[in-house]
């Protein structure tokens, strides 16, 4: 998964975001996988489930405010459509 996240980047940067959102969206990216890393969870792209993703959105719901989790799950939908 890590090694997507410079070809997200460029197709947020494609899709003319601006360079605030491509590195907030980055960081997240970026996050997700740390947290993944750091759980024992799968990094592969295509052995991450729904659940492993709730998991992380709940970790960070726990850990900080709801609008940070937010912030930190908008980016995730983006980058499951890329």
Do not use: C
């Not at 719901?61 to 908008?74: I, M």
């Amino acid at each position: 998964m890590r090694l997507l996240v410079p070809d997200f980047e460029r197709a947020l940067r494609a899709a003319n975001k601006s360079p605030k959102t491509t590195g907030i969206y980055g960081d997240a990216a970026r996050r997700i996988i740390d947290f993944f890393v750091s759980s024992g969870m799968p990094t592969e792209a295509t052995k991450v489930t729904r659940e492993h993703v709730e998991t992380f959105i709940a970790d960070q719901v726990e850990r900080w405010k709801p609008a940070t989790a937010n912030q930190r799950y908008r980016p995730l939908a983006q980058l499951g459509s890329t």
